[in-house]
Nanobody, 129 residues
Framework: QVQLVESGGGSVQAGDSLRLSCAAS????????MGWFRQAPEKEREFVAA????????YYEDSVKGRFTISRDNTKNTVYLQQSSLKPEDTAVYYC??????????????????????WGQGTQVTVSI
């Protein structure tokens, strides 16, 4: 059974950077795509970024474009989220997720939480002024 474990969260000041990592364990691990979502207190979980596992096509939520970069290392079964120019509104629990049962990786599919089959436990990112 596949498990996802996030790391790299923390408390930083506005303008700082963080790199989140998500390592997958379990065999076999053959996702179609990986994504990052976030959930702030009293808000719904929202899409942040996604990447197709084989082609490397990326998708971003508008508010993080130009500030966040998603990447993956297929050899390590790991996906990353490089965050820069962090803002207080980026404060949230960040979740990593994998798409393993839906082969279609278009924008609509990649940005929908229901497309993702496996989820990590989350890592907290707190950005202060």
């Amino acid at each position: 059974q596949v498990q996802l474990v996030e790391s790299g969260g923390g408390s930083v000041q506005a303008g700082d950077s963080l790199r989140l990592s998500c390592a997958a364990s379990g065999d076999p691990f053959r996702p179609y795509a990986m994504g990052w979502f976030r959930q702030a207190p009293e808000k719904e979980r929202e899409f942040v970024a996604a990447i197709t596992w084989h082609g490397g096509t990326t998708y971003y939520e508008d508010s993080v474009k130009g500030r966040f970069t998603i990447s993956r290392d297929n050899t390590k079964n790991t996906v990353y989220l490089q965050q820069s120019s962090l803002k207080p509104e980026d404060t949230a629990v960040y979740y990593c997720a994998a798409v393993v049962s839906v082969s279609d990786t278009n924008l609509v599919v990649m940005t929908a939480a229901r497309s993702y089959d496996v989820w990590g436990q989350g890592t907290q990112v707190t950005v202060s002024i």
